[in-house]
C-alpha cells in the first residue's frame, strides 16, 4: 500500500466524513462504502475500549457515554504510534486537561495521571526492594552523601486536588463520603511484589522522593522537602519509603574508591 494510501486510509478511519480512501476496493464494488464503514467502527469501538481499560475510575466519574466521546477525541487527535496498546493513553491526562466539555472537572486530569501511573507500574519491570537493614551497615558521615536507586514501578503523582481520595472512593478502595478538606494530594504509586499499591504521601513526601528519584543525594532531598514544607518529617518518610519498597538499591561516596 503506497505511503499516500496509508495515510488517507488512517485518517479515513478517525473521520467518518471521509471517503474510502483510492485504491481500497472489494470484489462486489469499487467503495466498499458499507465494508469500509463497518470496519471503521470497529477499530474506533476497540480503541475506545482500550483507552476505557486503562482508565476506568475515570469513565465512572464522567460516565460511560461522555467518556466514549471524550476518548473519541483522544483517537481522532492521537492515534496510537504501535500495534501494542498497553502504553496507549499515556498522554490522554494533557489532553483531557484542555478538553474544553470537561474543563469543570478540574481533578479528572489528576485522576488520569493516577492511573494511568497504576498501568504503568503493573507492566513495569520486577526487582527486588532494598531490605532496610542495608543503612545499618552505613557510617553516620556517609548518609548525606546516599544515593538511592529507585524501583522501576515506583513513581510519584502531584495534584492540587484530592486526587487519591476521590480515585480510592471510585475504585473502591474506600467508602464514599463527602470531602470536606478540599486540598492537594500526593501519591506514591509502586509494584514492590505483585500487586500495585497507592500511598497518599506526607507534606514534603513527594518533593523529597521526586528529588531521590532525580539522582538528588539524601542531604539535597531532605533539604527540597524541607523547603517546601516545614513540617517535613525526615526519619518517618524514609521509613515509610523503604517499607513500600521504593527503592532496589543505593550508593554512597565510597562505592568508586
Known amino acids: 500500500m503506497p505511503f499516500t494510501t496509508q495515510e488517507q486510509f488512517a485518517a479515513a478511519l478517525r473521520d467518518s466524513a471521509l471517503p474510502v480512501p483510492d485504491g481500497i476496493a472489494s470484489w462486489n464494488a469499487a467503495r466498499p462504502l458499507r465494508r469500509f464503514g463497518i470496519y ?29 466521546g471524550m476518548a473519541y477525541q483522544f483517537i481522532c487527535l492521537h492515534p496510537p504510534r504501535s ?22 472537572i478540574g481533578y479528572l486530569a489528576d485522576v488520569i495521571r493516577l492511573e494511568a501511573a497504576r498501568g504503568k507500574a503493573y507492566h513495569a519491570a520486577d526487582a527486588a526492594p532494598l531490605a532496610a537493614d542495608r543503612l545499618a551497615t552505613l ?29 480510592a472512593m471510585n475504585a473502591g478502595q474506600m467508602p464514599f463520603a463527602p470531602i470536606e478538606d478540599w486540598r492537594g494530594e500526593d501519591a506514591l504509586v509502586i509494584r514492590p511484589e505483585m500487586i500495585v499499591e497507592v500511598h497518599r504521601l506526607p507534606p514534603g513526601g513527594a518533593q523529597f522522593l521526586d528529588a531521590l528519584f ?42 568508586d574508591e
Open 83 to 104: 500495534p501494542l496498546l498497553l502504553a496507549y493513553g499515556d498522554d490522554f491526562a494533557d489532553f483531557v486537561e484542555s478538553f474544553e466539555p470537561a474543563l469543570e
Open 214 to 255: 532525580s539522582g538528588a543525594s539524601f542531604a539535597a532531598a531532605a533539604g527540597e522537602a524541607l523547603a517546601a514544607a516545614p513540617e517535613f518529617d525526615l526519619s518517618a518518610n524514609l521509613a515509610a519509603a523503604l517499607q513500600a519498597g521504593v527503592f532496589t538499591d543505593l550508593s554512597t561516596g565510597d562505592d
Open 139 to 167: 557510617r553516620e558521615e556517609q548518609l548525606a552523601s546516599l544515593v538511592f536507586i529507585r524501583h522501576p514501578s515506583a513513581s510519584v503523582i502531584r495534584s492540587a486536588h484530592p486526587a487519591v481520595t476521590i480515585w
Open 40 to 68: 471503521r467502527n470497529n477499530v474506533i469501538s476497540g480503541l475506545v475500549g482500550a483507552v476505557a481499560s486503562r482508565f476506568p475510575v475515570t469513565e465512572r466519574l464522567v460516565g460511560e457515554e461522555f467518556f466514549s
